[in-house]
């Protein structure tokens, strides 16, 4: 029988992960070694961002996982070690290289999230001023992340529109060359001002982005 564990962290997908994890810590100056292993924690780790529940939730039981701590720890290394970056940039160039990637355009949107704690905090101002944060999101055209930049609420979208998309990976493509550049570019009004569209000119990206007072999105 396939468990719930197996289903959300597959053998394929193990495969791509196991590798990018950092070594566990030495032990040669005492300390425990490691009794939970990786996988288990990792599946854990894939459920509790699938549902976005509290970490106290966790059913540690049904994933083997050891305990809510142990999980968190694990996280928090592996996240401070840049896997899951990592594991975002195999996963696209495979689909690059499978010519899976639809690079006839990148569209960029924010939302807002609160956020009570945390480097990336601000007053969030379509939240009664609450603390937030924001996620700066590209995608290509089927709607594939490729790129992300976490910052407070409060600061205007368009002030990250440049480091998002000079944050687009460089991609494998079908004929084994890289790209990173999207041949037009889809934003709504919020990103509608001349250093916006300066940058996209000059880099050869044509702009499709909504004009304020003319377009209703």
Same mark, same amino acid.
């Given at each position: 029988? @396939?468990?719930? !564990? *197996?289903?959300?962290?597959? $053998? ?26 990786? #996988?288990? =924690? ?12 509290? %970490? ?14 142990? =999980? %968190?720890?694990?996280?928090? /290394? ?10 975002? /940039?195999?996963?696209?160039? /495979?689909?690059?290289? !499978?010519?899976?990637? $639809? ?10 999230? &609160?956020?009570?704690?945390? *480097?990336? @905090? ?5 939240? #009664? ?22 910052? !407070?609420?409060?600061?205007? $979208? ?7 998309? *000079?944050?687009?990976?460089?991609? &494998?493509?079908?004929?084994? #060359? ?6 037009? =570019?889809?934003? $709504?009004?919020? +990103?509608?001002?001349? !250093? =916006?569209?300066? +940058? ?10 909504? #004009? ?6």
């Amino acid at each position: 029988m @396939t468990t719930l !564990a *197996d289903r959300l962290l597959p $053998d394929g997908l193990w495969r791509r992960l196991h590798p990018l994890l950092p070594p566990p810590p030495s032990h040669a100056r005492g300390g425990a070694p490691r009794t939970v292993s990786d #996988r288990a =924690c990792m599946a854990a780790i894939i459920f509790m961002a699938r549902i976005s529940t509290p %970490w106290a939730l966790l059913p540690v039981g049904e994933f083997g996982c050891g305990s809510v701590t142990s =999980c %968190w720890r694990r996280f928090a /290394e592996w996240a401070s070690a840049g896997v899951f970056e990592r594991l975002h /940039e195999v996963l696209l160039d /495979e689909l690059g290289e !499978a010519g899976q990637l $639809d690079w006839s355009r990148v569209s960029v949107d924010t939302f807002s999230l &609160r956020a009570v704690r945390g *480097d990336h @905090t601000g007053a969030n101002p379509v939240d #009664r001023a609450k603390p937030g944060s924001k996620l700066h999101l590209a995608v290509d055209g089927t709607a594939l992340p490729l790129a992300v930049l976490v910052t !407070a609420a409060n600061p205007p $979208d368009s002030t990250m529109f440049e480091a998002l998309l *000079d944050d687009l990976p460089e991609v &494998r493509t079908p004929t084994g #060359r890289r790209r990173s550049r999207p041949d037009k =570019c889809h934003a $709504d009004k919020a +990103y509608d001002n001349r !250093a =916006c569209r300066g +940058y996209l000119t000059r880099r050869g990206i044509k702009v499709r982005i909504a #004009r304020r007072g003319i377009e209703s999105s």
